[in-house]
Nanobody, 122 residues
């Protein structure tokens, strides 16, 4: 079972940028598709972005499309989320997640990190 640990969260002004990282251990990183989710206070967890095992396929929630970019470095066992033009509504705890499914759907992601807080001040 892969273990995931997020980092890079913090406080940023609206319009600013942050890059989140998620380091994996305990598994063969390239065997996993990865995704980022987020959960704002009082709201349910929502999908943000995903990336396939070989980085060939990516997908984004409409709310972040054009502002966020997901990427991965299989040599470093790390997945990233580059966040630009941040808005107050992006404030949330951000989680990375992994699945060994070759063609994953959202509910396939079964390994989760503990999350990192992102706060965007307006």
């Amino acid at each position: 079972q892969v273990r995931l640990r997020e980092s890079g969260g913090g406080l940023v002004q609206a319009g600013g940028s942050l890059r989140l990282s998620c380091a994996a251990s305990g598994g063969t990183f390239s065997d996993y598709a990865l995704a980022w989710f987020r959960q704002a206070p009082g709201k349910s967890r929502e999908f943000v972005a995903r990336i396939s095992r070989d980085s060939y396929h990516t997908g984004y929630a409409d709310s972040v499309k054009g502002r966020f970019t997901i990427s991965r470095d299989n040599a470093k066992n790390t997945v990233y989320l580059e966040m630009n033009s941040l808005k107050s509504e992006d404030t949330a705890v951000y989680f990375c997640a992994a699945t060994s499914s070759r063609v994953p759907i959202i509910t396939d992601y079964s390994s989760w990190g503990r999350g990192t807080q992102v706060t965007v001040s307006s």
